[in-house]
Every structure is written in structure tokens, then in C-alpha cells.
């Protein structure tokens, strides 16, 4: 299938590794130019190098998704490096657990106002684009009581719930808004990974209820995320989009 993002611009930001780089990657394959965000301003040049390998323009930047200014200045430059937006894929989480005043403004100002500050400054440059399109990367958390409730649930929720009031409210504008609730994803350095070495106990745990007895990879989140994010995605928006395996039971 065809997606029609050939020539088309994305953004991703925390696209240097995990999902955000099997994101960022796919979208290139399919044609598209890329920007990226991360921390890690080697793994930024890293990531942006070999996305120009893919035969596409890409522009990258290290900063803080929860410095305000910082974001804003990397969503205008992408727009002037790539020459426009088409599509905004907000990934980063600051992967704060726990119910404490930290790691509930952790989630806050991470999770939740990153994407709130990256919208707002896209959402001019995506009115102009013939196919705009917002994907807010959530949880199968945010919508199940899990061992991640507290700070990183709510927040997860918040998204969904956001991404469904910004669906209709960017309706008039030709912006689909739609969620993506990935389930245990494994990959190296990762959470999942990290649990594996210190707490081998949930890790088992978690990997016996799964139906399909593994964890997924960041590519098969990658997969679907930059399906309902192009253009053969049309008639979708306001949904939120839950790869899981099966994992949950929240009908």
C-alpha cells in the first residue's frame, strides 16, 4: 500500500531511539523528510545521519522537550530546514512512575505540556499542508489500571483524552488528531529492559499475562503510528489506535 508520504514532512520528537526511532526511520523509508528532537545531541546527529542515508532531508536538534522555548525553536526551524509540516508525532515521556510531587510534575511538564507546547507551535504550519496530522503517543496505561497507575496513567489518559478534543476542535482546519496506546515494548536501553535487570520478578510477571507471550517491538508501534498518521489514513481522527497483542481487556 501507498501511504502518500513521499515528499511529506515529519516531526518526531524523542525519535533517536525506542519507538521515536523506529517512528522517525519508517517515515523515511516511506519517503518522507524527517526531524527529530532528543536529549543526547550525539545520538541526535547519530539518528539525523542516518536518516539522510535513507535519500531523505532531515534536520534534528538536543534540547529538553520540557524547556518551552527550546521546543518551540526546534518546531520553527524543522519547519524552515524541511520547508513545511504535514505531520507531528509527540513521543517523549519522561517514564516517571510513581504517585510522589516529582514524578507527578515530571509526567507533567514531560508528557503532558510537551505535547500541548509542540501543537500549539505546529498547528500554523500544519493548516497549510494538504494532509496535517497530529499523533500524541499515549498507553495501554492511560487507559487501564495498571502497575504504572498514579502520575504516568493520569498523565497517559490526559493524552488520549486531549487528542480527542483537539480532533474536533482541528476538524475545520484539515488536522486529524488521533492517539497511539502501544503495550510493553521491549528494546535495548528501554524501560522494559532496564525492568528485566532490576526487577525480574514483574518483568516475568508482566511477560506471563501477555497473550502473546512477548513483548512488542518498536517497529510494530512504528508501523501503525505512521499508518494513521498519513495520508491513507484520511477518514481517521480521534482515535486511539491500542498495539498491544491483545493484551488488554478494556472494551
Known sequence: ????????????????????????????????????????????????????????????????????????????????????IDVLVCNVSALAVGDSPESWAKSFATDMMHTVNAVATAVPFLEKSDCGSIVLISSVSGFEVDFAAGSYGATKAALIHYAKGLSRKLVDQNIRVNCVSPGNTYFDGGIWQNIEKGMPDLFASTLKVNPTHRFGTPQEVANGVVFIASPAASRISGANLVIDGALTVAV
Open 1 to 84: 500500500m501507498d501511504l502518500g508520504l513521499k515528499g511529506k514532512r515529519a516531526l518526531v520528537t524523542g525519535g533517536t531511539k525506542g519507538i521515536g526511532r523506529a517512528i522517525a526511520d519508517t517515515f523515511a523509508a516511506e519517503g518522507a523528510s524527517v526531524s527529530v528532537c532528543a536529549r543526547n545531541a550525539g545520538e541526535v546527529e547519530d539518528a539525523v545521519a542516518a536518516l539522510r542515508k535513507k535519500d531523505v532531508p532531515a534536520f534534528g536538534r538536543a534540547l529538553d522537550v520540557a524547556d518551552a522555548n527550546a521546543l518551540e525553536s526546534w518546531v520553527r526551524a524543522s519547519a524552515a530546514a524541511l520547508d513545511g
